[in-house]
């Protein structure tokens, strides 16, 4: 599938350029603690600088309990990887005030909006916001791939009411994320964690696939329904009939035949037959995990999202045989997720991939509905 994109005019000088990017990224104690999302977006605020734009970024930010804190940590690491940034820090948005900042920038200044979500506008897609926002600037440019899925104002309202165009970073996933739709064969796609949009991805992708490998509450899941006993383990629920059924009788899904439980607070490697009423799997056994390694091997094209196992605490070992094997095999892949990035940086091997997406929703959403809200909004007139 094609997108004719409005590509950004690299003949264009010395406009007001407001760039959606995201930089939604863990933040602790006022430092960064994953700059993934944000170093990736760099060259493109650094190319924007070299044509002497003025450049305004605004991102979104929430932490695990939900709340909009400052990006003023956002700003502090910007400030040691861009030239001549400036952070406007009103919270409750006076356009009057950014608008004479704006106008005192030179060309090549670059100014941080505070937190798009402080001002509730944003998620509500409120046109009077974007109306606002787009006022700032002459040109629009959506470099936040990863916050595409997201029907909020800064996404799909302000390509309203300015002339709009892809960033780089956003272009480069579609065109890497479309491989999956025609994908060299044998193709192996990786699908754990827990998500209800992974089971539709799944389900979109079996009929592609040669080989479906699955983990974590995907795998519970589809073992329950089978009618293997998964103990305590997390299920969905609400899964329509037919997707599970179609899961049930497919010949191509790897379901674990070992599982690693915690039992009087030993771990042990069972059957999947032999898993008690009172266990829960945390991860993958060697025996499954060997039989990856060997679907794999035979792999032309991986698609990989979700962690095997419960690897934030600590049962890892599938996850880390999944990655070793892909990397020493060369293989071509397309790896995302935002508890796949955290798991393979914190390893140090994230690099080591040929891409990575900087989506966790938002990659999941494009490659099972072919589009994203955001996609959409810089494709019309």
């Known amino acids: 599938m094609k997108f004719h994109l409005p590509k950004f005019p690299s003949r264009l000088r010395e406009q007001r350029v407001l760039l959606r990017v995201d930089f939604n990224v ?11 999302r ?26 695990e309990n939900g709340n ?13 990887h861009v030239k001549n940034l400036l952070f406007a820090n009103h919270s409750s948005f006076d356009f ?6 704006i106008d005192a920038m030179d060309s090549g200044d670059v100014l941080l909006l505070e937190n798009l979500r402080q001002d509730p506008r944003e998620k509500k897609n409120d046109d009077g916001f974007a109306k ?24 799909v309202g302000v390509p309203r009411h300015l002339p709009h165009y892809a960033g780089p970073l956003l272009a480069e996933e579609i065109r890497h994320l479309s491989r999956a ?29 040669d080989t479906a490998i699955t983990g974590g509450v995907i795998a519970n899941t589809i073992l329950h329904k089978k009618g293997i006993r998964v103990g305590q383990s997390v299920v969905e629920d609400g899964v329509d009939k037919e997707t599970l059924d179609a899961f049930i009788h497919s010949r191509k899904i790897l379901l674990p ?29 060697p025996e499954t995990v060997e039989e990856i390694r060997h679907i794999l091997w035979g792999s032309r094209f991986v698609l990989w999202n979700g962690p095997l196992g419960y690897a934030e605490k600590g049962y890892e070992d ?11 095999g060369g293989k071509k892949s397309i790896v995302g997720g935002g508890d796949t990035i955290a798991y393979l940086n914190k390893k140090n091997i994230l690099h080591k991939f040929p891409f990575v997406s900087t989506g966790g929703g938002a990659m999941l959403e494009f490659l099972a509905e072919r589009t994203l809200p955001g996609i959409e909004a810089l494709m019309k007139e």
Do not use: C
């Open 181 to 209: 739709f025609r994908p060299p064969h044998p193709f192996v796609i990786i699908i754990a964690g827990r998500k209800p949009i992974k089971l539709l991805l799944l389900a979109r992708f079996l009929r592609k696939a």
């Open 132 to 155: 606002e926002l787009a006022a700032l600037a002459d040109i629009y440019v959506n470099d936040a791939f990863s916050a595409s899925h997201r029907e909020h104002a800064s996404i």
């Open 38 to 63: 944000i170093k990736k977006t760099l060259p493109t605020i650094r190319e924007l600088q070299k044509l002497h734009h003025k450049i305004i970024l605004m991102s979104h930010l929430e932490d």
């Open 257 to 285: 035949k070992d599982v690693i439980v915690s039992r009087q607070g030993k771990d042990e490697i069972v059957n999947i037959h032999n898993v008690q009423k009172s266990d829960i799997i945390y991860d993958i056994g």
């Open 96 to 101: 009057e005030a950014l608008r004479k900042k």
């Open 68 to 80: 909009t804190p400052t990006l003023l940590p956002i700003a502090t690491y910007l400030r040691s």
């Open 26 to 36: 863990p933040v602790k104690r006022g430092h960064v603690q994953d700059d993934m």
């Open 318 to 328: 599938s996850t880390y045989a999944l990655a070793q094997a892909l990397i020493k």
